[in-house]
Nanobody
Framework: QVQLVESGGGLVQAGASLRLSCAAS????????MGWFRQAPGKEREFVAT????????SYAAPVKGRFTISRDNAKNAVYLQMNSLKPEDTAVYYC????????????????WGQGTQVTVSS
């Protein structure tokens, strides 16, 4: 089991940057591929980015590719999402997720979820 806590959300203007953090409990962090997802009001939760257990493999959704960067620090049991050139359409609750296997891009493939952190981008 792993517990996840996100932080770093906030209200920013278009073009700004934010860095989200996700702290994981337990001593088996390297057993998990990690992902970031987001959910805007009235929309389904969608994939943003994923990273493999030791960070060698990353994958991004098309709308964020080139602007967002996922990374992890296994010594700190943490995963990050650096978000640059933010747009109003990036406004959503951002969730950290973990799965005890390889990277994946589907909500249903992740077993553990954080509570989410709100990101609001004003125009």
């Amino acid at each position: 089991q792993v517990q996840l806590v996100e932080s770093g959300g906030g209200l920013v203007q278009a073009g700004a940057s934010l860095r989200l953090s996700c702290a994981a409990s337990g001593n088996t962090f390297t057993s998990y591929a990690m992902g970031w997802f987001r959910q805007a009001p009235g929309k389904e939760r969608e994939f943003v980015a994923t990273i493999s257990r030791f960070g060698r493999i990353t994958s991004y959704a098309a709308p964020v590719k080139g602007r967002f960067t996922i990374s992890r620090d296994n010594a700190k049991n943490a995963v990050y999402l650096q978000m640059n050139s933010l747009k109003p359409e990036d406004t959503a609750v951002y969730y950290c997720a973990a799965r005890a296997s390889a990277v994946a891009m589907s909500v249903t493939e992740y077993n553990y979820w954080g509570q989410g952190t709100q990101v609001t981008v004003s125009s």
